[in-house]
């Protein structure tokens, strides 16, 4: 019996998915050997049966040649590979490139397998976190299934292999979770790095233990919960965290191969709790415990920098009421920092270094640097530089980008 050709095509796409680091080498190789048109002859085709081991019948076979080769002379290999696992959509194309642009950095053209190692995120993945499979066993079997085989890797290999498995999700989210939990990359740009250290740095201020609001969610310590309980388990726990760092975190611990796409609570606070010590730590006594957690907002001149982001909207619109600050008050030869001193006085100060109430704010803005400035306005400059999102500004942070460096 002869299969019909798209049969045929999801056949090879699931033997070179099955085959793995021996299937994304093929693809490497013959693709070099193609002409401009992405043709190859008929010979070339052959070998490349031969190397990949694809098991193909006389009938398959001459299937493909009817519709893939030319008078019999030419395999058209680009045709068939396209047909074989699609193409990207730009969404998705989006997401490979950014993941090779955080990998290859210094715009080498390729990168090594000990480069991948060090960038991929391990201990997000689904084995890892429930603790089934140490990151080394989860790095080596990962990399048997990509570039296990590959000395330099492409952007080509890197977009063929994200292609070959991305063929078999027809959903962009699912397949941009894979990007969230191998390369930390989402589609709206934000690094979940950024939300972590701000519920880490929040933890080692406030001496939380966040892992007890998470066990009641847990009763049979199944290690997954629901996104809801999550989102309450962190309510409950008083720490200060916006919409769009909950959703990055949520992602980044989800378990993509759950059929209710639970997030792992237990990886979570596992990394969390590293600001006090280190897990096992039993076990490797030799380890570095850094008496003082490296996040950004516990660095001195942590005062200094905004470390709120916004979507990329506000931040655009921020940027340019910024430059028109900065202008207006360069060219009238006003420094701002001292503008904010009178609310630093014992009596009208809000107890915390640096910072003002959004009222003292816009007063400040307006009574005293006499800025024309829309209420609109203030409350974009307020969700900037309200960094401990207790209705106050950050006003060193905020002069320090509006003032000309001493």
């Not at 098991?55 to 290999?77: D, I, S, W, Y």
């Not at 919960?225 to 959703?247: G, P, R, V, W, Y």
């Not at 003002?356 to 007063?363: C, E, G, K, N």
């Amino acid at each position: 019996m002869v299969h019909p050709i798209f049969f045929i095509h999801e056949c090879i796409r699931d033997q070179l998915q099955r085959f793995g680091a021996k299937g994304i080498l093929a693809l490497k190789t013959f693709h070099a050997k193609c002409d401009n048109q992405r043709c190859m002859d008929i010979n070339t085709w052959r070998e490349f049966l031969r190397f990949s081991g694809l098991r193909l019948n006389p009938e398959e076979l001459a299937v493909l040649m009817r519709t893939h080769a030319t008078a019999g002379k030419e395999f058209q290999f680009g045709a068939f590979m396209e047909c074989v696992r699609g193409t990207l959509n730009n969404y998705r194309d989006k997401l490979v490139k950014a993941a090779w642009k955080k990998l290859d950095m210094d715009n080498v053209g390729y990168v090594t397998r000990d480069c991948l190692k060090e960038t991929y995120n391990l201990i997000a993945q689904p084995m890892v976190m429930v603790q089934q499979q140490t990151q080394e066993e989860a790095i080596v079997e990962w990399l048997n299934g990509s570039f296990a085989l590959i000395q330099k890797v492409t952007l080509f290999d890197f977009t063929e292999y994200y292609l070959l498995l991305g063929a078999s999700i027809p959903d962009d989210v699912d397949f941009e979770l894979l990007f969230i939990k191998a390369w930390k990359i989402r589609g709206d740009g934000y690094n979940v790095d950024k939300a972590l250290n701000n519920v880490k740095t929040q933890v080692y201020k406030n001496r939380n233990r966040i892992r007890e609001f998470f066990r009641d969610y847990d009763p049979l310590r199944h290690r997954l919960i629901i996104d809801e309980q999550f989102a309450a388990a962190l309510d409950n726990s008083k720490l200060i965290i916006s919409k769009q760092e909950m959703k990055a975190i949520i992602d980044n611990y989800r378990m993509n191969d759950d059929p209710m796409r639970r997030t792992c609570w237990t990886a979570f606070c596992d990394e969390i709790d590293t600001v006090y010590t280190l897990k096992e730590l039993e076990k490797t006594p030799l380890r570095n415990v850094l008496p003082i957690p490296n996040l950004e907002g516990l660095k001195p001149q942590r005062f200094l920098e905004a470390t709120v982001y916004l979507e990329p909207k506000k931040e655009a619109a921020l940027q340019v009421l910024l430059k028109r600050i900065r202008k207006e008050l360069y060219d009238r030869r006003i420094y701002l920092r001292g503008s904010f001193d009178d609310y630093a006085v014992p009596k009208l100060c809000v107890g915390i270094v640096g910072h003002v109430t959004y009222t003292q704010f816009a007063q400040a803005l307006s009574s005293y640097v006499m800025i024309r400035i829309e209420p609109e306005e203030i409350e974009l400059l307020c969700e900037k530089y309200d960094d401990l999102k207790n209705k106050t500004v950050n006003f060193l942070a905020f002069t320090t980008d509006i003032d000309p460096p001493p």
